[in-house]
């Protein structure tokens, strides 16, 4: 367990629908990562948050978005979800007392 | 270009051999070298860490970095079909603002 918490597990809808997953980093992590991993591809890298500002894009789509609260958990919201955004969805996260960066065990999107 | 380039395979070795997975990159800032194992769609596991060149142990696991060559390799020795797996690597520059991943090497150990 790596200690990255990630809800819904799964999660199913319909095109053109919104989603929003949700991710706690790690006890004491300030940083937060999305990754986007469709079926037989590597990971894409999507956001990088720090302390609840945006640290880093890569190639997000302007239908996704995300944010960090004060809390520290970050949400990736979906929109106009195309069947094309069926994927697994990972979050992770880094800081604390090292540099390492560990991965929730995602949330897999099926859009139907 | 890409900025890391990993062999997909399929790798099959039978139980009890070394295994050799290698990653090559162009980007001369990164600093910080990773080696993660993910099984079936799970959520990839940190396997090695290490930063910058040389090598690093940890059991059965050698992480081998090259920077002057921009090549890093993962070896497993006594492989066990517990092994079967993707293997993901993965390098950062010294901000950690983006981690570059490879697309992965599917191994198989066959009992």
């Known amino acids: 367990d790596s200690g990255v918490t990630q809800t819904p597990k799964h999660l199913i809808t319909a095109t053109g629908q919104r989603v929003t997953l949700r991710c706690s980093p790690r006890?004491?992590?300030?940083?937060v990562y999305w990754y986007q991993q469709s079926l037989d591809q590597g990971l894409q890298f999507l956001i990088q948050y720090y302390n609840g500002e945006e640290r880093a894009k890569g190639n997000i789509l302007e239908r996704f978005s995300a944010q960090q609260f004060p809390d520290l958990h970050s949400e990736l919201n979906l929109s106009s979800l195309e069947l094309g955004d069926s994927a697994l969805y990972f979050c992770?996260?880094?800081?604390?007392?090292?540099?390492?960066?560990?991965f929730g065990p995602g949330t897999r999107l099926t859009v139907l | 270009q890409k900025e890391v380039e990993q062999d997909p395979g399929p790798l099959s070795v039978p139980e009890g051999a070394i295994v050799s997975l290698n990653c090559t990159y162009s980007n001369s800032a990164f600093q910080y070298f990773m080696w993660y194992r993910q099984y079936s769609r799970k959520g990839p596991e940190l396997l090695m860490y290490?930063?910058?060149?040389g090598n690093k142990e940890d059991g059965r696991f050698t992480a081998q970095v090259d920077k002057s060559s921009k090549y890093i390799s993962l070896f497993i020795r006594d492989s066990q079909p517990s092994d079967s797996a993707t293997y993901l690597c993965a390098m950062v520059s010294g901000n950690f603002n983006k981690f570059y991943f490879g697309s992965g090497t599917k191994l198989n150990v066959k009992p």
């Open positions: 992770a996260s880094r800081g604390g007392l090292g540099n390492e960066q560990f």
């Open positions: 006890s004491g992590d300030l940083s």
């Open positions: 290490t930063y910058s060149s």
